[in-house]
């Protein structure tokens, strides 16, 4: 059995790294709440901007733009989104997991990677797939300026022709305890027409300048909303892991208690038997 | 009166029942009122304003964006907007000083991204300065 001593040192270690944990838990709670502030901000332009391309895509059926034309695709590129720190359960393990299966009908030579979050590039930058570029300072917190750099850095490759088809891999914020891995077509886009196009509307100057204006602030949303769901979806599931870490410890603690009790109490049955033992001896 | 909501990227900036909108259309200031025929326009930088229910006025700088009006009423898609006591002057100062020495060098670097910067920057020091003129007589 072990002593006492130790059974008592384990029990601090165990408390203690209990109170890293639950301050973990407390944290990313907090930012789990900003996250999805974000979030619900952020929805609402995402929605608006897709109905009015909608709108818009009906009427100007022959607008032509450069991220909406469709190439054979040659060259592909994966944009992975995961995060900065570890310790949010199997959050950063799910999405290289979705991303190696996607990768597997395609190899080095067809298809690049563009990486959000530390984790995913410690991953990915001992492996073969070319990075193109990373962005590892987010640290959870939707930043506008960096994900315009981003979402430009993505255009500008479909643009002029580096790639023909980006894909977005990230994670949907479902509830603080769920999210689902989801990849999506990012582009070219393919905005979906409505059926019947209010035939009414007024385009100032001309539907296909609009049009020209518009798809790039659209694709900068696809962006942010994938960033913000990523990011809530990622202390979302720290928060979870972080508080199943705190209870474990709890249990763990309750169990080393019940251990220590015994052994103390098993000790001090042991003296008084050696005390009755020695003076029934003298008798 | 119909239904406004300014949005941006990462934010909600207003939504409300209102009774007019002037926009800064790329052709120009515009108006809406309740009933306009259903339109779809990319904005310019410049000043946004509009009355609410009560008969109260909001000033705000916009950077551009889109303004559409439908039969639910109007949205404004905005790139960034700010109200007046969002603005941080010197801030807006600063880039303008900065956007200005960059073209008056007038090589190398992007003219136009320095002449919409400088821009942007004027039109927020001109919508805090009007809101302080506006602020000033009302006292």
Known sequence: MQSIRDIRRRIRSVSSTQQITKAMEMVAAAKLRRAQGRL???RPYAEKAEEILKNLAGAAAEAAHPLLEVRPVKKSLLVAIASDRGLAGSYNANVIRRAEVFLRDYNPDNCGLVIVGKKAFDFYKKRKWPVRKVFADFGGNLHLAKAKTLATELMRAYENKEVDQIVLLYTRFLSTSTYRVHLAPFLPLVPEKKEEVSGDYIFEPSPAEIFEQLVPRFCLTRVVLALAESFASEHGSRMISMGAATRNAGEMIDHLTLVRNKARQAGITKEILEVVGGAEALQ | MYQLSIVTPDRVFYEGEVVSLVAPGTAGYLGVLTGHAPLLTPLAVGKLT?????GKTFLAALSGGFLEVSKKGAIVLADSIEFPDEIDRAR?????EKARQRLAKKEGIDIPRAAASLARAENRLAV????????????
């Open chain 2, 50 to 54: 509009f009355r609410d229910a009560s």
């Open chain 1, 40 to 42: 619900a901000q952020a």
């Open chain 2, 92 to 96: 807006a100062e600063k880039a303008a």
């Open chain 2, 128 to 139: 805090v300065e009007e809101a302080m003129r506006s602020a000033s007589a009302a006292a």
